[in-house]
């Protein structure tokens, strides 16, 4: 087993500059790294990383989650196994999926979309990702739950606290404080809300999971919650990535966002390889009951495991040229990335596939294709190259675009 002396390590300014280099180098030379700083094993290839997140022997577990996000979030059902798991999932699940997102929420995405590009579509230049990617997610999330959006700021401020806690691998003192704080903070918000709307089920999410039961079981106020918490914040800062992202990838390669211009159809395929190519997020982590050998060693039981998504799904060993960005690509299947049968790694894989994947789908979708008609001639600023930021989530800081004014 290598040490992580030997590769760029994962929290050193060079690896947040471009994790890429380094990702290669563990992939090839150092499949299994014990990581001092964050107590924990580095996996790296497809096939390792496959296995942990699809495996059915129980040996990687999500015990991990009751100190890296039990604290921010409260309990939630990624953290949860078994029967448990299996009936929190169903109480949730048919919401984000079928005639509940296409007849309920769909309506809502559009709405969300239009009127965020309705406010910069005049000025004939914006920057993507503060005018719309930051803010779109969460004030769609906002509007299924039956939110007041005027508190987006205080939404964008919770879960952008909540990701920094939840990347916070050098245990940063004042940003544990911080998301702890956040989930009090949440509670007192959310929970007289909840309380309310028990006692007054609208058309929302929100009434939709107070009046929720499979077997007998409801969700607590306590569940609810802590799921709303989570949605906030695995739905935003993964969907704002995902979006700015897309955009960065076809605003580079102008010849493939003339082909996704011209074939909307074609948006699928460009998110399904923007998620493997420049995934929102680069980190999984696992923690084993038993025993587990991967490439590179043994990782014994009890131990935290860091899966690397940004690296298995450049792994040369399940993709031809790994790291070009090419929405034609044939060893990437359109019509199952968004499901647990996906070839990519970017939702998890497995019974905690992202349960929201056919909502951050949606959300792309209309996103792109209302950009891309408010804005048909959009292209970088001049002299801008697009930069990833982050080492835990992943994506542009900023992306300025210009393009002709076209009347709403």
């Known amino acids: 087993m290598a040490t992580a002396q030997q590769v760029p390590d994962i929290l050193s300014p060079e690896f947040a500059e471009n994790p890429y280099p380094a990702y290669r180098v563990m992939r090839d030379h150092a499949p299994l790294i014990w990581h001092e700083p964050t107590q924990s094993y580095l996996i790296s290839r497809y096939a390792d990383v496959e296995r942990a997140f699809k495996d059915k022997e129980s040996a990687y577990t999500t015990k991990n989650y009751e100190w890296q996000i039990e604290p921010v979030h409260g309990r939630t059902i990624i953290q949860l196994s078994g029967r448990e798991h299996a009936v929190r999932r169903a109480l949730v699940a048919p919401a984000f999926r079928g005639r509940d997102l296409q007849e309920k929420f769909l309506p809502v995405i559009e709405r969300n979309a239009r009127e965020l590009i309705d406010a910069i579509r005049h000025r004939g230049e914006a920057d993507l990702v503060d005018s719309f990617a930051t803010r779109f997610p969460v004030n769609v999330i906002a509007d299924m739950l039956g939110l007041d959006k005027a508190d987006h700021a205080r939404f964008h401020g919770w879960y952008t606290t909540v990701i920094a806690f939840l990347g916070n691998l050098s245990g940063d003192p004042e940003v544990t404080a911080a998301g702890e704080r956040t989930r009090v903070e949440f509670a007192e918000y959310m929970v007289p809300i909840i309380q309310e709307r028990r006692g007054s089920l609208g058309d929302d999410l929100l009434s939709t999971l107070c009046a929720a ?34 955009f960065a990838n076809l605003l580079t390669h102008p010849e493939q966002l003339a082909a996704v211009r011209a074939d909307r159809s074609l948006i699928d395929r460009a998110f399904a390889e923007t998620l493997r190519y420049t995934p929102p997020v680069h980190m999984i982590m696992r923690q084993t009951s038993a025993d587990v050998t991967v490439s590179g060693g ?111």
């Open 213 to 246: 039961e499979v077997d007998g079981v409801q969700m607590s106020d306590e569940d609810i919650k802590a799921f709303c918490s989570l949605l906030l914040a695995a739905g935003g800062e993964t969907t704002d990535k995902a979006i700015a992202s897309i």
């Open 298 to 408: 043994t990782i014994p039981a009890g131990a935290t495991v860091t899966c690397l998504i940004g690296a298995a799904n450049r792994d040369k060993e399940r993709y031809r040229d790994p790291d070009r960005f090419d929405i034609f690509r044939d060893d990437l299947t359109t019509t199952s990335a968004f499901s647990a049968a996906a070839d990519h790694l970017a939702f998890a894989l497995g019974r905690h596939f992202c349960v929201g994947a056919l909502l951050a789908k949606a959300e792309v979708e209309t996103g792109v294709n209302q950009l891309l008609d408010a804005m048909p001639d959009m292209r970088l600023a001049d002299g801008f190259e697009p930069r990833e930021q982050g080492v835990f989530t992943r994506g542009p800081a900023a992306l300025p675009v210009r393009f002709t004014p076209v009347a709403g």
